[in-house]
């Protein structure tokens, strides 16, 4: 089974704090994701990454930067957190080709103060 | 702009009854249509769609793409509490086969 690990469950944080969101994959895909997930609003695309070293910006970059240092893993990096980035943060991979078909992570919910 | 529009947005139905959940799609270069479970934190993957007109099935749930409506349905029969859940339904678009996701249904099974 693909296993999309997310590192944490729970997250608080400060205004203005630096926060990192790591994702880690054991299935050797090639695409990896980040959306956030808000009531009435859905998933939306943060950022993706179709290789190593790779990034494409989504739907709402803005406030955010990712990092893909090694196939495995993706990270998700707010720069200075804010109120309106409490969110659900769900992680998710793909082998890659037609057919996105998305394995996701349990999610992080970050709530900034 | 790409859109994907599920309704209704919530819907609370008792066991054994048998439920549509609707799925419409505005996009362009369209190449497939997917539905997804969220239970509680993550979507697990139901079905994906790329022709009109055939049926996927599994169990209980099945689905079916009309890509001249621009639609997608999926019905649950015998409904149990265990398909209480949130059912989102995603678009693959363009050559980057990005996915595009509705706001997802919040279908409440009574016991």
């Known amino acids: 089974d693909v296993k999309v690990t997310q590192s944490s469950r729970y997250l608080v944080k400060r205004t203005g704090e630096k926060v990192f969101l790591e994702c880690v994959q054991d299935m050797d895909h090639e695409n990896m994701f980040w959306y956030r997930q808000d009531p009435g609003l859905g998933l939306r695309l943060i950022y993706f990454?179709?290789?190593?070293?790779?990034?494409e910006k989504g739907d709402i970059p803005e406030g955010y930067s990712v990092s893909r240092e090694k196939k495995e893993r993706f990270s998700l990096i707010l720069e200075s957190a804010s109120t309106n980035q409490t969110s659900m943060y769900l992680c998710a991979s793909s082998l890659g080709g037609r057919g996105e078909k998305l394995f996701f992570g349990s999610g992080t919910q970050l709530s900034v103060l | 702009e790409d859109k994907v529009v599920q309704s209704p947005l919530s819907l609370v139905v008792h066991e054994g009854d048998t439920v549509t959940l609707n799925c419409s799609y505005e996009v362009t270069n369209f190449r497939s249509l997917l539905w997804y479970k969220q239970e509680k934190k993550a979507p697990t993957f139901l079905f994906m769609l790329?022709?009109?007109?055939i049926e996927k099935k599994s169990g209980r749930l099945s689905s079916i793409l009309d890509k001249k409506e621009l639609f997608s349905i999926l019905n649950i029969t015998a409904t149990q509490t265990g398909d209480s859940a949130v059912y989102l339904c995603a678009v693959e678009i363009g050559a980057n086969s990005k996915l595009t996701f509705g706001k997802g249904i919040t279908l409440s099974v009574r016991p």
């Open positions: 990454s179709y290789d190593v070293k790779m990034k």
């Open positions: 790329t022709s009109s007109g």
